[in-house]
């Protein structure tokens, strides 16, 4: 099964930028075929859908970041990037990278530890 491992969190100001990704490795790393997603879960509140980017590249997001972010993948490189522009507070959490089974829609199958993303007012 493929092994997730985020990247790229820290500290930003309301306003700055913020690039996230996310490396499939192991046995069965090529994310070629598999849909990805990221998804964050601020303290005290549920795990929430922030992108989801399919095979060829299309992407949907979730209300509250369309416009802002912007999902891509590199399936040479079995890893997929958030780009986080326009930052704000309510954007703190910790973000999760997923992936689905091979040739489905949906994410959620396999699971990255997570990168805390952490936006000052």
């Known amino acids: 099964q493929a092994q997730l491992m985020e990247s790229g969190g820290g500290l930003v100001q309301a306003g700055g930028s913020l690039r996230l990704s996310c490396v499939s490795s192991g046995m069965f790393a090529s994310i070629e075929h598999m849909p990805m997603g990221w998804y964050r879960q601020a303290p005290g509140k549920q795990r929430e859908l922030v992108a989801t980017?399919?095979?060829?590249?299309?992407?949907v997001y979730g209300d509250s970041v369309e416009g802002r972010f912007t999902a891509s993948r590199d399936n040479a490189q079995n890893t997929i990037y958030l780009q986080m522009n326009e930052v704000r507070p309510e954007d703190t959490g910790v973000y999760y990278c997923?992936?689905?089974?091979?040739?489905?829609?949906?994410?959620?199958?396999?699971w990255g530890q997570g990168t805390q993303v952490t936006v000052s007012s």
């Open positions: 980017i399919f095979t060829g590249g299309a992407a």
């Open positions: 997923s992936a689905g089974q091979r040739y489905s829609y949906s994410t959620g199958d396999y």
